[in-house]
């Protein structure tokens, strides 16, 4: 399985970016996707989950920013990141789960992890 995570960059406080992360080698198929993020000095924390049938769950720290998508045609999730401050300041991480586990928000229940984007936003 390889997940190809992409959409970093730099933004200005106030901004917006959309990560993409596409699976390939096994079906997607009942999958439960997730990105997790971690800061310099940090550990890796979740950020927001989405089930083969689109339940999403979502860290509260992104609440009402950040929308997590998925295209099962195209074996993508989507992270839309909206009103980015200094502190969303990390390296994201797509993850891909079987789609068995109840944790979403637990890295460990996670197979399998795509190489990282950096997010870098200024203030």
């Known amino acids: 399985v390889q997940l190809q995570a992409s959409g970093g960059g730099l933004v200005q406080a106030g901004g917006s970016l959309r990560l993409s992360c596409a699976a390939s080698?096994?079906?997607?198929?009942?999958?439960?996707m997730g990105w997790f993020r971690q800061a310099p000095g940090k550990e890796r924390e979740f950020v927001a989950s989405?089930?083969?049938?689109?339940?999403?769950t979502y860290a509260d720290s992104v609440k009402g920013r950040f929308t997590i998508s998925r295209d099962n045609a195209k074996n993508t999730v989507y992270l839309q990141m909206n009103s980015l401050n200094p502190e969303d300041t990390a390296v994201y991480y797509c993850?891909?789960?079987?789609?068995?586990?109840?944790?979403?928000?637990?890295?460990?229940?996670?197979?399998?992890w795509g190489q990282g984007t950096q997010v870098t936003v200024s203030s």
């Open positions: 080698g096994r079906t997607f198929i009942g999958s439960l």
């Open positions: 993850a891909l789960d079987g789609g068995a586990t109840t944790d979403v928000a637990n890295k460990n229940e996670y197979d399998y």
């Open positions: 989405i089930r083969w049938n689109g339940i999403r």
